[in-house]
């Protein structure tokens, strides 16, 4: 098939596209057009979460039916307006240069890429041992569901609240949620991980019953696991507003507030949890960026965590 190609200005800056008509979501036929309208619409909210996040795209350039790949490393046809930081491989000679998605443009170049899931560290360069926030991924085993997860999520936050901790919730476009705990100061990995290890565990203890930290599949039958390793220096998490590849139809990784998660509980409407695009930057403009404090808030691990271990 011959390649359609043509230009946006975009915030100045000219930025090649191809292929908009191409089928990425099979389910409603949403193009590669659709798929950067919706990034570009987003953005004034997506873009503060990836702002100096090194950046891991998970891309499909035949759509969420073909093959994957997960893109870390900035291609050599990478345009050199699109900013970049680089970091050593680990156990490796040579470094990843890793994309930042700091503009419009930039996320236009990369929407085009096919890049349909936009994973972002922890932390934003140059401070790449400080993560700004601990993050709780909540996964759902067999038989269990997001209710299931958000059930867990109610039981971490009354953990958390007895931190001082304030926690805050989004979807993840798939089958579970996230919970996200602002830090914004001077903890490092070494110090969040093994924290956020002892929290998964002692919920364990609290609620043997519904929640496993262990990462053996076999445990999870009717549980949630919560998998405390995103908070790894190696790992990355889904960014809010990110749309998912996960089913024929698009949904987004969508920040919620704790009174939808109860009320979606109590009716047992799984439903109401999963956002499509035209759903997102509806919400979205309604309600503003529920997950702004994320970037912001300044938290510290208390004294009292200690306790937990």
């Not at 590669?32 to 503060?48: A, F, M, N, Q, T």
């Not at 891309?59 to 790949?69: A, E, L, Q």
């Not at 053996?216 to 998998?227: E, H, P, Q, T």
Request: glycine letters at 6%; a positive charge; one cysteine or more.
């Amino acid at each position: 098939m011959t390649e359609k190609r043509q230009t946006l200005r975009v915030e100045g800056r000219d930025v090649q596209v191809s292929n908009l008509e191409k089928i990425l979501y099979p389910a409603g036929k949403f193009t590669k057009g659709h798929v950067i309208d919706y990034y570009i619409r987003i953005s004034e909210y997506l873009l503060p979460h990836l702002k100096d996040r090194p950046c891991s795209l998970k891309r499909y350039p035949d759509g969420i039916r073909g093959k994957f790949f997960w893109a870390k490393d900035a291609p050599r046809y990478t345009p050199e307006w699109v900013q970049r930081f680089s970091v050593p491989r680990k156990g490796k000679t040579g470094e990843i240069h890793y994309i930042l998605i700091n503009d419009l443009p930039t996320l236009v170049w990369v929407a085009n890429a096919a890049s349909l899931e936009l994973h972002p560290f922890l932390h934003r360069a140059p401070r790449i041992e400080y993560p700004t926030s601990l993050v709780f991924d909540l996964d759902p085993g067999k038989s269990a569901d997001i209710l299931t997860c958000i059930q867990a999520a109610f039981f971490l936050r009354a953990l958390l609240d007895e931190l001082n901790l304030t926690a805050f919730a989004k979807v993840s476009g798939s089958k579970g949620l996230q919970v996200y705990v602002p830090l914004n100061g001077k903890l490092t990995y070494a110090v969040g991980e093994p924290f956020a290890k002892t929290v998964a565990e002692f919920m364990t203890q609290r609620h043997p019953g519904l929640i496993v930290a262990n990462m053996a599949k076999n445990l999870r039958s009717g549980k949630v696991f919560i998998d405390w390793s995103q908070n790894s220096e190696a790992k990355t998490t889904v960014a809010a507003y990110s749309l998912r590849a996960k089913q024929d139809r698009p949904y987004v990784s969508m920040p919620v507030d704790w009174d939808e998660l109860r009320a979606a509980l109590r009716a047992k409407d799984a439903r109401r949890l999963y956002f499509g695009p035209q759903e997102a930057l509806k919400r979205a403009t309604k309600t503003g960026d529920l997950f702004a404090p994320v970037e912001s808030l300044k938290q510290v691990l208390p004294p009292e965590s200690r306790k937990l271990a």
